[in-house]
């Protein structure tokens, strides 16, 4: 199992670029999420997908976009990439016990 | 508002130094309480859920336990290799949104050897 998988690791953007992040688990969960941790900010929720065809916003939705592809597989975009958005994003999902957490991506925005 | 406050900020601790890292919350009914052990550049690991209050667990040298406002996580005789970053976060059972966790900034605590 490789539990849940991130790419890209690393990531550096101008201003207005686009990107997205992929995220896949292989743990057959329910629920997948996307996080954004910054220094003395703590882990925020952007958005999350309570289910495989469902999706809601979380603390700080402004400016992304998420899919849920399939139960695997959970995206975030970022249409206009902003300074403000330079973070490390990680992805987890989960059934009904913990989460389980990804390696993370490291995204500069230039 | 579902909130999470851990303290302290930071700890530093000479190795076999015990002490106990603060959680506390306030939630509308608790669903489960979560420690995650983050190292750096890496994602948070998971350690411990806890459901109602008077549960506790452990795991080698760390200790979690739950009360009705609190949690605590205990770490007796510490090595630096438990130096990390520690987070809490609740699962409230509200209708709208009960899949979300709430998490704490998180204690770095730094052992010395």
């Known amino acids: 199992n490789a539990g849940v998988t991130q790419t890209p690791k690393f990531q550096v953007l101008k201003t207005g670029q686009s990107m997205t992040l992929q995220c896949a688990q292989d743990?057959?969960?329910?629920?997948m999420y996307w996080y954004r941790q910054d220094p003395g900010m703590g882990l925020r929720l952007i958005y999350y997908?309570?289910?495989?065809?469902?999706?809601d916003k979380g603390e700080v939705p402004n400016g992304y976009n998420v899919s849920r592809l399939n139960k695997r597989e959970f995206s975030l975009r970022l249409e206009s990439a902003a300074p403000s958005q330079t973070s490390v994003y990680f992805c987890?999902?989960?059934?009904?016990?913990?989460?389980?957490f990804g390696p993370g991506t490291r995204l500069t925005v230039l | 508002e579902d909130q999470v406050t851990q303290s302290p900020e930071a700890l530093r601790l000479q190795e076999g130094e015990s002490s106990s890292l603060n959680c506390s919350y306030t939630?509308?009914?608790?669903?489960?309480l979560f420690w995650y052990r983050q190292d750096p550049g890496k994602g948070p690991e998971f350690l411990f859920t806890?459901?109602?209050a008077g549960e506790e667990k452990e795991k080698e040298r760390l200790k979690a336990t739950l009360t009705k406002k609190e949690s605590f996580l205990h770490i007796t005789a510490p090595k630096p290799e438990d130096s990390a970053t520690y987070l809490c976060a609740v699962q409230g059972a509200r209708l709208s949104g009960s899949e979300k966790l709430v998490f704490g900034k998180g204690t770095k605590l730094t052992v010395n050897p």
């Open positions: 987890a999902s989960r059934d009904r016990g913990e989460q389980f």
């Open positions: 939630v509308s009914g608790l669903r489960g």
């Open positions: 806890l459901y109602s």
């Open positions: 743990m057959n969960h329910n629920s």
């Open positions: 997908s309570a289910s495989e065809g469902t999706t």
